[in-house]
C-alpha cells in the first residue's frame, strides 16, 4: 500500500474535499490517486487532534468518513497522549482500540503497530 500524508486532498462523492494529516490505499482499496489528490475511500486516514480542529474531525470528518466508506479512522490527541482506532462495521464507526501509555495499539487492518502509545509521544516535549 501507500502512506500518505497532508497536504493531500481526498475527494468523496457530495462532499467538500478534505484534508487529513495521514493517509493509507491498500492495493485492493477503492481510493485512487488522481492529479488533483485521492479519489475514494482510503482504507485508513489519521487525523491529530489540535484544539483548533478537534471538532471538526470528531463529528463532521468522523461523520464523513463513515459514509464514505472509510475501513478504519484513527485519532491521535497529543494532548491525552492516547490513540484511538474506529473500526467501520456497516455504515458507522466503532472504537476498536484505545490505547495510552505503555499499551501497544492493535489495529484491525494492520495489526500489532511496532511502538507503544508512550513511544509515539516520547518527543512531543522535546
Known amino acids: 500500500g501507500v502512506w ?3 497536504p493531500v486532498d481526498v ?7 478534505v484534508e487529513p494529516d495521514n493517509a493509507v490505499l491498500l492495493p485492493d482499496g477503492p481510493a485512487r490517486f488522481v492529479p488533483r489528490g485521492i479519489e475514494g ?5 489519521v487525523e491529530v487532534l489540535s484544539p483548533s480542529n478537534r471538532g471538526h474531525d470528531l463529528l463532521t470528518k468522523h461523520a464523513l468518513y ?3 466508506g472509510v475501513r478504519e479512522y484513527w485519532l491521535v ?10 473500526a467501520l462495521d456497516r455504515d458507522a464507526f466503532h472504537l476498536a482500540v484505545a490505547a495510552s501509555g505503555d499499551e501497544t495499539p492493535v489495529s484491525p487492518l494492520f495489526g500489532t503497530l511496532p511502538l507503544t502509545a508512550a513511544a ?3 518527543d512531543i516535549d522535546a
Open 4 to 6: 500518505c500524508t497532508a
Open 11 to 17: 475527494f468523496f462523492p457530495g462532499a467538500n474535499p
Open 66 to 68: 463513515a459514509r464514505a
Open 41 to 45: 475511500a482510503p482504507d485508513l486516514l
Open 120 to 122: 509515539l509521544f516520547a
Open 77 to 86: 490527541d497529543p494532548e491525552a497522549r492516547t490513540i484511538e482506532m474506529l
